[in-house]
């Protein structure tokens, strides 16, 4: 498992069974579309909704740029989650969001299916991408073994409201009830160099709350968040991005280092403050965001 280096500040759902709003969302600036067909689907639209998918990803009606297409796929207790598989595979999608794992029994499982069919086409190993939503306690105590589970998964996702049913708690502002769990899954993601993607913000309106919010998960570690509305994609973005600022003291800092290390010299001194190998790496991963951000 491995973070894939790509850009994922914001991911947006669309509904798959909705062609007008998948008309929309190939114009936005969103790092990748997420045609979803769980939550946004209603149960007896589901056969329709594949369609759509399958369509939208083949026809060339749209155009999706350079944003990434996945497909959500039904959670694997429905009895959906193959159907919509086999449904949506040939169309070729960069990969697929997986939702409500709790073992990574799932996942193997979806891999192998992928796997065949890279075979088949003489496709590389892995050139579908996993992404998978932890949302119930089960997924959190079994997040080891989740993401140890395959090379193709390349994030986890965060789910605050169907977590806070789980857990049998009530969401409050600030989200105190489901903090333990947010963390939980930063930690894991970074032991296992996975990209870690927050819940949705569901306040549409609250663009304060909005910023607030994206700003603290990112200093968290968050990599990404999802997106539920056109609205948030630019500001969240704006937040995923290294600033100018910080780009260009992340350069200087590198360039010290290489220096201090041509002389032999491991910790130095850098415009005041004390710098070793955390600082490098810290200042690494900035500049690793601005390149892939298009800022360098």
Known sequence: MA????LRRTMLFVPGDDTR???KAVTLPTDSIILDLEDGVGISS?????????DALTSGDYDFGRAERLVRLNGDTTGLQEDDLKATLEAK????VL???ETSAVIRYISHILLNYENQLGLAPGTFKLLALVETARGMVNLRDITNSDPRLVGLMFGADDMAASLGATRTPGDPEVEHERRELVLYCAAFDLQCIDTPWVNIQDFDG???????VMRLGYTGRLVIHPSHLEPINEIFTPPGD??????RMIEAHNQHQTQGKGVFVFEGRMIDMPGIRQSERVLARAQA???L
Do not use: H, M
Not at 93 to 96: I, K, R
Not at 246 to 251: C, E, G, Q, S, T
């Open 3 to 6: 973070d894939d280096g790509r």
């Open 21 to 23: 709003k998948i008309a």
């Open 46 to 54: 589901k056969e329709a909704a594949r369609k759509v998918v399958y």
């Open 93 to 96: 999608p960069d990969g697929f």
């Open 99 to 101: 939702p409500k794992v």
């Open 210 to 216: 909005l910023l607030e919010d994206t700003e603290r």
């Open 246 to 251: 910080a780009i260009d003291y992340a350069r």
């Open 293 to 295: 951000a298009g800022r």
